[in-house]
């Protein structure tokens, strides 16, 4: 089924950055390039998370000559939670996406997904491979999935991935915006939410682009166990 109307539908990608100096420019440039190809209507939300370096002064020239550039801006680091919070809130579009800007996922996929899809409430992203990233972001990255089918095993039986990127419906961010703002239980709150409301869940495998440059700021301590409360703090209420 052909779902794609350049005419109608209107798509809103929001990247979350922070430190972003050396990607930033190609980021906003790819993703422009392919919206303005695929879509009539599209904006790009980009949360600055109080970048300390020239980042956020890149996005501003960007911003200035596309109206379809809209920026946010924090005075210090809130990390990814509070980033795709601000930046989902904000987005106008009738579906939203979340993509990072070291483009992990291929700007020219999102119309290819959106038209495979359809109809759908929440499309949940898989990666079909975890390349390129780090051993101990790989180890990470498995003890989440791994609690995660633990503590819900009912609602994740049939996901093998909740922390890669989601596209949704505006209509429905009320009902599933989450609690968390923590970079390790943000996304995966707001597909158990989803799955809990019955709501048109689909996933779809695609392939991850992996990191060339700058460096990843996820991983660290602190944030896993940010993220191991919201778990906790979650699964007590659910």
């Known amino acids: 089924m052909l779902f ?7 798509i809103s990608v ?7 100096r050396l990607l930033i420019d190609s980021a906003i440039t790819e993703t422009i390039e392919a919206l303005s190809k695929d879509f009539e209507r ?7 998370d109080g970048s300390t370096d020239d980042t956020y002064n890149l996005i501003l020239n960007h ?3 596309n109206n379809n550039i809209i920026v946010i801006r924090h005075d210090r680091n809130e990390n990814l939670g509070k980033s795709l919070h601000d930046g989902f809130l904000k987005a106008s579009g009738e579906y939203i ?3 990072s ?14 038209e495979q899809q359809f109809p759908f409430d929440l499309l949940n992203i898989e990666r079909i491979k975890y390349s390129g990233a780090s051993m101990w972001r790989k180890i990470v990255s498995f003890c989440n999935k791994f ?3 633990i503590l819900f095993p009912a609602n994740t039986k049939d996901f093998k991935d909740m922390n890669f990127t989601i596209i949704l419906k505006k209509e429905i961010l009320r009902d599933i915006l989450p609690k968390a703002k923590s970079p390790g239980f943000f996304m995966p709150e707001m597909i158990l939410k989803a799955k809990n409301k019955k709501l048109n869940i689909k996933n779809m495998q695609i392939n991850y682009q992996p990191r060339h440059k700058g460096k990843s700021h996820f991983g660290k301590i602190k944030d896993i166990i940010w993220s191991l409360y919201d778990m906790m703090r979650f699964r007590l209420n659910f």
């Not at 794609?4 to 209107?10: D, E």
């Not at 929001?14 to 972003?20: F, I, L």
């Not at 700007?107 to 290819?112: G, P």
């Open 4 to 10: 794609m109307n350049k005419n109608k539908v209107f």
């Open 14 to 20: 929001v990247m979350p950055v922070y430190n972003e």
């Open 42 to 48: 599209y904006e790009l939300v980009i949360v600055d």
């Open 63 to 65: 911003a200035d000559k």
């Open 97 to 99: 996406i979340f993509n």
């Open 101 to 114: 800007a070291d483009l992990p996922l291929v700007s020219d996929d999102i119309k290819k997904m959106l």
């Open 147 to 149: 609690l995660l089918h």
